[in-house]
């Protein structure tokens, strides 16, 4: 829960202080132009809380107790037993893409992983949320560096033209939210940018280290080829996590269906 708590305030922290103590003066104060260029920013941030809380609070997907495979419909088996996979932790079946977190000590549906972040695993009913959060949180903080980015060079100008010094306030915060925001950037550009290559290929995290062992075991012999079954091409993937409409994708929205089947391509 403290990490939940902390990631909140950090975000708070950020958006803020570089606003109150750096940007609202530099863009003219109570004016009209100040509004135009921070209210986007904004918006961003509210969209990025809104989607943290969602994937913090949104249950990632539980296994119904004594659910059973049905066996008229497509699941997966032990590659050992050729029988179908079975938790010996839950006492209960796995249904396609489900995996047992230790953390969580369950079951989840089509889990990705345990993220630490929000305290809970990402799986089938909250990927979506976390996707959203990501694009979010990275285009929020492209926002705000190109801002800062402006005011810096306002500082340094102001310097060769008039020797007007900013304020040691403004300088600290100037300086800490440049390289937090830069630090997001990057960070979370490449944890955004792997995730959009899962949702294009509608490949779990844990389903791509599996490709990542099975390509092994194929360039040294022991397999054949074998067919990823989820991908149904790009667009039909990021349809099945993000909605059927592209224009709604960045809008909250549950998931549908219930996790426990996957169509077979």
Known sequence: QLIVVFVSILIAFVAYTSQIFVLWNSLG???AHTFFVLAPFNVFIIFIYINYALTCTTDPGTVPPNWMP???THFEVKRSTHTARFCKTCNNFKPPRAHHCSTCNRCVLKMDHHCPWINSCVGFENYGHFLRFLVYVE??????????SNR???IVEELHTSQIRPSAT???FLSINMIMAALVII???????????????NTTTIEGW??????TMKRMGKIQNVKYPYDYGVMNNLRSVLGPQPLFWLWPRTMSGT???????
């Open 259 to 265: 996790g426990l089947y996957f169509p077979i391509n």
């Open 70 to 72: 049905d066996q008229n």
């Open 187 to 201: 960070c979370v550009g490449i944890l955004g940018g792997y995730h959009v290559y899962c949702v294009t290929t």
């Open 139 to 148: 285009i929020g903080s492209i926002y705000l560096f190109a801002l800062l």
């Open 152 to 154: 810096l060079a306002q």
């Open 210 to 215: 599996e490709k990542g062992k099975t390509l």
């Open 170 to 172: 403004e300088a600290t």
């Open 29 to 31: 104060g109570a004016v």
